[in-house]
């Protein structure tokens, strides 16, 4: 033992207190010990700082708020261009009368094999059924020229239960305009042509301008019958138009008594063969049946008429 402390006898050794200091000294240095208590000083500080910035971005948003609700109770109009009165315009604007009858602008966006979509500024889209597009009969909307685009004026007729869409009309438009134009040509006295598409026991039905007129037997100057007259066109003369009545009557006699009055003897007309015959062809001149006979259809002798004219040809006669 005794040898063993001499070995270690040169050996000195610093206090256990001096030791202890250095130890903690160290550490200190390497492990910052000593400044945990600063660091949460810190972190308090910050959160303080934070709060109170949040605090018066809270403050400057109810300012700000408070003024605006002020300005709003006070002087809601303040700076502001659209007045009321420019509010009322654009509700007579854009809201209009929806009842049966009233005529309304739309623009087509799209047609269909039933008809075409409108749009009227209306809370819904419009719907033109193709019946209801004109006073003709059609296959397709197009016919009558409504593809999307078209900008037109309709009438409104009635409203689909379904959707509570509207339903419009381009007919009933032309039916007015139509019975105004029949009024006009009565009015001037002038000679129409019309198509015979159908017949009663009292005479035939003729078109003009879009409308079914009626012409009594007694006022068809030929001597053909209704069958005969059928889808062929006849020079007529208004005697009654009646719109409230949906009455209109027409006249062949009265259209073919003025045509033969402005004819005379030696006047050069053009006219349409309409029949032939062995003795001669019937030539149609401006409503008016003349016959044309075989002896004066060429210098040369004529032994067949159909060598010559056919059905259809127009020529100038005298």
């Known amino acids: 033992m005794a040898s063993l402390a001499q070995q270690f006898g040169g050996l000195k050794c610093p206090p256990l207190s001096t030791v202890e200091n250095n130890k903690f000294s160290t550490a200190s240095k390497n492990h ?36 605006a609700y002020e300005r709003c109770r006070t002087l809601p109009l303040e700076g502001v261009a659209f007045t009321i009165d420019d509010f009322h315009d654009a509700l007579e604007k854009y809201d209009f009368n929806s009842e049966i009858g009233t005529k309304v602008k739309g623009t087509v966006f799209n047609v269909d094999a039933n ?22 009969g059609l296959k397709h909307v197009e ?36 019975w105004e134009r029949c009024r006009q040509l009565q009015a001037e006295d002038v000679v129409v042509k019309g198509k015979v598409v159908g017949a009663n026991k009292g005479g035939v039905v003729a078109v003009v301008e879009g409308l079914r007129g009626f012409v009594p037997f007694s006022q068809v100057s030929t001597k053909s019958t209704a069958e005969e007259l059928l889808e062929k066109e006849l020079p007529l003369k208004f005697v009654e138009v009646d719109e409230e009545q949906s009455r209109l009557v027409l006249s062949n006699r009265k259209a073919m008594a003025d045509s033969q009055a402005q004819l005379g003897i030696g006047s050069v007309v053009i006219g349409t063969v309409q029949s032939l015959k062995p003795y001669g062809a019937f030539i149609d001149i401006g409503g008016i049946n003349g016959l044309l006979h075989v002896s004066q259809i060429s210098h040369d002798r004529v032994s067949d008429i159909a060598t010559v004219l056919q059905p259809g040809d127009t020529l100038k006669v005298l």
């Open 115 to 136: 008809g075409a979509l409108v749009d009227i500024t209306a809370k819904s889209s419009a719907y033109l059924p193709l019946r209801e597009a004109s006073i003709h």
């Open 32 to 67: 910052c010990y000593t400044v945990l208590p600063r660091k949460r000083s810190v972190i308090s500080a910050a959160a303080v700082v934070i709060a109170n910035a949040q605090t018066r971005e809270r403050m400057k948003l109810k300012e700000m708020f408070e003024d």
């Open 143 to 178: 016919e009558a020229g409504i593809v999307p685009g078209l900008r037109e004026e309709f009438v409104i007729i009635g409203v689909n239960e379904a959707d509570d869409s509207l339903i419009l009309s381009l007919r009933n438009i032309q039916y007015d305009l139509a």
